[in-house]
T-cell receptor, first 114, second 110 residues
Framework: ETGVTQSPTHLIKTRGQQVTLRCSSQSGHNTVSWYQQALGQGPQFIFQYYREEENGRGNFPPRFSGLQFPNYSSELNVNALELDDSALYLC?????????????FGPGTRLTVT | QQQVKQSPQSLIVQKGGIPIINCAYENTAFDYFPWYQQFPGKGPALLIAIRPDVSEKKEGRFTISFNKSAKQFSLHIMDSQPGDSATYFCAASNFNKFYFGSGTKLNVKP
């Protein structure tokens, strides 16, 4: 186990609704990255948070937003849900600035949009 | 535009065989190349990783071969076991941002 936790495990939402997913990073890690993994695909980078600021973003619309808290935990918010948002959402923690490039994933939140 | 291309999509080997999974990239700024193993319903788990100044790295039964000039790298699994049956992802990183391949589903038959 990596020590990265995510909640909830599963979630079912209706198109147009909003959702918040949560992630607690591994102890000692200051950076959280969020990924979307569609069925049968590799994870796609959504964005990264470092020291409570967004530190890079992938090709996702503004309705995907996030937060990082002083304890380095993080939230992913998705507004105006679309059917294509159905996926496994993964967070990964790392220690930026330590010289280590290792990134550790949580178990993910399975989001289904109906 | 896919930053990292992975092949094959699926692979079946007998127990004891040596599956090989290949990845290619274009961005020469990538400076870290990890491989992840993912079981159904789980998050990806870091398996082994390499930096571009090294041509080969071994950890247990897993070996990464890296060809900087060809911009390719591969994962070899020695003496594969049924428990190695999973989906494997290569990735490439720049400034701690990771780009993943599309995955290879490996089935090791007893």
């Amino acid at each position: 186990e990596t020590g990265v936790t995510q909640s909830p495990t599963h979630l079912i939402k209706t198109r147009g609704q909003q959702v918040t997913l949560r992630c607690s990073s591994q102890s000692g890690h200051n950076t959280v990255s969020w990924y979307q993994q569609a069925l049968g695909q590799g994870p796609q980078f959504i964005f990264q948070y470092y020291r409570e600021e967004e530190n890079g973003r992938g090709n996702f619309p503004p309705r995907f937003s996030g937060l990082q808290f002083p304890n380095y935990s993080s939230e992913l918010n998705v507004n105006a849900l679309e059917l294509d948002d159905s996926a496994l959402y993964l967070c990964a923690s790392s220690q930026l600035g330590s010289g280590s490039y290792e990134q550790y994933f949580g178990p993910g939140t399975r989001l289904t949009v109906t | 535009q896919q930053q990292v291309k992975q092949s094959p999509q699926s692979l079946i080997v007998q127990k004891g065989g040596i599956p090989i999974i290949n990845c290619a990239y274009e961005n020469t700024a990538f400076d870290y190349f990890p491989w992840y193993q993912q079981f159904p319903g789980k998050g990806p788990a870091l398996l082994i990783a390499i930096r571009p100044d090294v041509s080969e790295k071994k950890e247990g039964r897993f070996t990464i071969s890296f060809n900087k000039s060809a911009k390719q790298f591969s994962l070899h699994i020695m003496d594969s076991q049924p428990g190695d049956s999973a989906t494997y992802f290569c990735a490439a990183s720049n400034f701690n941002k990771f780009y993943f391949g599309s995955g290879t589903k490996l089935n090791v038959k007893p």
